[in-house]
Nanobody, 124 residues
């Protein structure tokens, strides 16, 4: 059974940093696209970042470009999201997603597997 487990969320002040982790089990995702999405209260789930498995190409939402960095450790079957210069608008539940196949990486519907999410709260 495939599982994605996020960790690393929490409460930080504006300007601070957090590093989210997503550990996958049940199969290897070394060749798969992995992504991060977020959902704030009352809003739709939105794309944050993604990384292609085979060549490591990364994609970012404009709102996080230059502040967030997605990376992966295929030996650990884990993907990370380093978040710097956080601000209150980054407050959301962050979800890890896996295996977009040949779908559009910015679309949630492209991904086959999802984690349960981790809460990130940024105080002003």
């Amino acid at each position: 059974q495939v599982q994605l487990v996020e960790s690393g969320g929490g409460l930080v002040q504006a300007g601070g940093s957090l590093r989210l982790s997503c550990a996958a089990s049940g199969r290897t995702f070394s060749g798969s696209t992995m992504g991060w999405f977020r959902q704030a209260p009352g809003k739709e789930r939105e794309f944050v970042a993604a990384i292609r498995g085979s060549v490591g190409i990364t994609y970012y939402a404009d709102s996080v470009k230059g502040r967030f960095t997605i990376s992966r450790d295929n030996a650990k079957n884990t993907v990370y999201l380093q978040m710097n210069s956080l601000n209150p608008t980054d407050t959301a539940v962050y979800y890890c997603a896996a295996d977009a196949g040949r779908g559009v990486v910015t679309r949630a519907s492209s991904y086959d597997y999802w984690g349960q999410g981790t809460q990130v709260t940024i105080s002003s």
